[in-house]
């Protein structure tokens, strides 16, 4: 069924259009995912999410206490309309609530910090499973919430004076040499054929100008309407 829409929809793309989405699927992963908490500035957040796009991570999960969240479109360039974005914002506690989600789903929650007495981005074991990287707000860095309930804990080693990074940069070094790391790989970090076919439809759905009208024509058809 998913794939006979996909094809309908399909003729009202241009094939170049149909060739990239074809082979940007195959690089995307949701073996690592990203985690947003109480970002302020919304250049540093729309900035990891242009990284999330460049690099394949499909899923980014975005937690607003005492932040919400908002796009700079002229820093994501139109990449969040390609990622699935989960927003945390109805709950007394949000990051309990997303960490109580990933876990669910089988992610260990890793948090990013300068400390350096945690594990060392080259040191850190993709092996172990899924892997959910948590990226606290600028100035506090991660919430109590997020040191009582994190599996791991990871830095990136520096040797300047200053102890961190920008938290746009610290994302994309790390989302970098992991995602490097885990396509150099045998771990199977690609989305399953069902999980690319629902992309690309969604992808489909997004770039095709009335395509609720021109999928609702394709079931009228189907059910001789």
């Not at 804990?153 to 992991?178: C, D, K, R, Y």
Request: glycine share 6%; proline share 3%; hydrophobic share 40%.
């Amino acid at each position: 069924m998913t794939e006979n829409l996909i094809d309908y929809l399909a003729k009202f793309a241009t094939p170049d259009r149909i060739q990239l989405f074809d082979k940007v699927v195959q690089e995307r992963t949701r073996y690592l995912t990203v985690v947003l908490e109480d970002i302020y500035h919304s250049q540093n957040a729309s900035a990891v999410l242009r990284t999330c796009d460049c690099l394949g991570i499909q899923n980014v999960h975005i937690i607003e206490e005492q932040n919400p969240f908002n796009l700079n479109r002229r820093v994501t360039l139109g990449a969040a309309k390609w990622l699935n974005l989960y927003h945390y914002n109805a709950e007394q506690n949000n990051t309990r609530a997303a960490i109580r989600q990933l876990k669910t789903a089988g992610y260990r929650i890793v948090a990013t910090v300068p400390q350096a007495h945690s594990i060392s981005l080259e040191d850190f074991d993709l092996e172990r499973g899924k892997t959910a990287l948590i990226f606290g707000s600028e100035k506090p860095g991660i919430s109590q919430t997020v040191k009582e309930e994190a599996d791991e804990f990871l830095t990136i080693p520096m040797v300047g004076f200053t102890e961190s990074l920008n938290l746009s940069v610290s994302a994309a070094i790390i989302l970098h040499h992991l995602t490097s790391k885990l396509k150099g790989s045998t771990i199977g970090w690609q989305l399953s054929p069902a999980e690319r076919s629902s992309l690309k439809l969604e992808w489909l759905r997004g770039s095709i100008r009335s395509s609720d009208l021109i999928e609702k024509e394709y079931h009228n058809r189907l059910s001789g309407g």
